[in-house]
């Protein structure tokens, strides 16, 4: 498997617009992390879903913010409209369980930029 | 909420030196994993503890787990310059799945 994969990698764009990240999971993998990391903040976690339905979002900043998961193998993170203050690297992680190992395997991250 | 506090934030140390970092958490957890971040990569799991006082080693890595599993430290004996990096602890308290992952140790091993 090729772990989890994250697009774009990098994404500069200006106030105002919206901004999409995607994530697609290791595939048998039930539950999906949606991360943001600053240097102010440390890693912190925005979104979960277990079997595509989302189970806490209490650390979505504000409602500029939306995730979906359509389906298991694919989600997104939008910010609409985007803000300086977002700029940040947004980490996707995705973990399996039915045994008791519950380790998070991370994407390499969507480095976001906005002017 | 759950906090997990990690201390100190920033070591450089001698290659040859130890190293220890400490994590202690505002509730008892379930479980507490750790995780190696790279200069610009992403977070790796290193390894998970689950029982109360639990010692596990990997190669120069030693883990400790609380006897009251609210607290836990990571100890390198030896450092070498591969071991830069951030390393992170990050605990989940009862049924609750998500991870609160502490604020990180950066160590610089300096040749």
């Known amino acids: 498997d090729a772990g989890v994969i994250q697009s774009p990698r990098h994404e500069v764009t200006e106030m105002g617009q919206e901004v999409t990240l995607r994530c697609k999971p290791i595939?048998?993998?039930?539950?999906l992390f949606w991360y943001r990391q600053t240097m102010m903040r440390g890693l912190e976690l925005l979104i979960y879903?277990?079997?595509?339905?989302?189970?806490?979002d209490s650390g979505m900043p504000e409602d500029r913010f939306s995730a979906k998961m359509p389906n298991a193998s694919f989600s997104t993170l939008k910010i609409q409209p985007s803000e300086p203050r977002d700029s940040a690297v947004y980490f996707c992680?995705?973990?399996?369980?039915?045994?008791?190992?519950?380790?998070?395997?991370f994407g390499q991250g969507t480095r976001l930029t906005v002017v | 909420g759950q906090q997990v506090m990690q201390i100190p934030q920033y070591q450089h140390v001698q290659e040859g030196e130890d190293f220890t970092t400490y994590c202690n958490s505002s509730?008892?957890?379930?479980?507490i994993q750790w995780y190696k971040q790279r200069p610009g990569g992403h977070p790796v799991f290193l390894i998970q503890?689950?029982?109360?006082?639990e010692v596990k080693k990997q190669k120069r890595l030693t883990f400790q787990f609380g006897e009251a599993k609210k607290n836990s430290s990571l100890h390198i004996t030896a450092t070498q310059t591969t071991d830069v990096g951030t390393y992170f602890c990050a605990g989940a308290s009862g049924s609750a799945r998500q991870l609160t992952f502490g604020s990180g140790t950066q160590l610089t091993v300096l040749p």
């Open positions: 503890l689950v029982k109360s006082g």
């Open positions: 992680a995705s973990s399996f369980r039915p045994g008791k190992n519950t380790e998070a395997f």
């Open positions: 595939s048998g993998h039930d539950y």
């Open positions: 879903f277990n079997n595509n339905v989302p189970i806490d």
């Open positions: 509730t008892t957890l379930s479980n």
